[in-house]
């Protein structure tokens, strides 16, 4: 099983100011199969980016993830005060595996 | 636009075997293109994975190792729909659960079911 460690566990950040938020992974992630979803409380998670920088349909340009192999990164540049929310990384490689999740306080 | 609708009791029994379905719409459970899962949330453990099933000419099945003895993930084609059966439950077992599509080719959940809290609890 592929584990998921995102970093740092809280970001406090204020309006207009860059987010960015780290997702290691314990094993390189097969055809870079890993998505970022945002969850805000009693919401089911929404699905943001996949394919490690594809951003889902409607999601706003202001978000945007990289990275390959082991570390990928979601980085939310102008933060607005709707984007508080938990943000989770998730593997599908192999059997999929979720992140512990970080919460963005704004 | 895929909707995905969840339906079942919110208090199960120890012991006692956990039901929920997810109703589809716009979309088909028979899709050759998409995977239906079960994922589960709750403080302690966060979001896993439960099962999927999924139709590639004939249907499949798998789980999560954590649960494989306990769960069965089924589709009804007649009412385009897919269910979740987990045996033998505990309090370890209370956590949202949520069905989810799985978007071709990315590994991703781009449709989910608006979840439902179920607790176990005597």
């Known amino acids: 099983e592929i584990v998921l460690t995102q970093s740092p566990g809280t970001l406090s950040l204020s309006p207009g100011e860059r987010a960015t938020l780290s997702c290691r992974a314990s094993?390189?992630?097969?055809?870079?199969?890993l998505t970022w979803y945002q969850q805000k409380p009693g919401q089911a998670p929404r699905l943001l980016i996949y394919?490690?920088?594809s951003r889902a349909t409607g999601v706003p340009d202001r978000f945007s993830g990289s990275g390959s192999g082991t570390d990928f990164t979601l980085t939310i540049s102008r933060l607005e005060p709707e984007d508080s929310a938990v943000y989770y990384c998730?593997?599908?490689?192999?059997?999929?595996?979720f992140g512990q999740g970080t919460k963005v306080e704004i | 636009q895929v909707q995905l609708e969840q339906s079942g009791p919110r208090l199960v029994r120890p012991s006692q075997t956990l039901s929920l379905t997810c109703a589809i719409s716009g979309d088909s459970v028979s899709s050759n293109t998409a995977v239906w899962y079960w994922i589960r949330q709750s403080p302690s453990r966060g979001l896993v994975w439960l099962g999927r099933t999924y139709y590639r000419s004939r249907w499949l099945y798998d789980s999560a190792v954590s649960v494989s003895s306990r769960i069965s993930v089924n589709p009804d084609t007649s009412k385009n729909q897919f269910s979740l059966h987990l045996s033998s439950v505990t309090p370890e077992d209370t956590a949202v659960y949520y069905c989810a599509r799985g978007l071709a080719g990315t590994g991703a959940f781009d449709v989910w079911g608006q979840g439902t809290m179920v607790t176990v609890s005597s």
């Open positions: 998730q593997q599908h490689g192999t059997l999929p595996t």
């Open positions: 094993q390189s992630i097969r055809g870079n199969y």
């Open positions: 394919g490690a920088s």
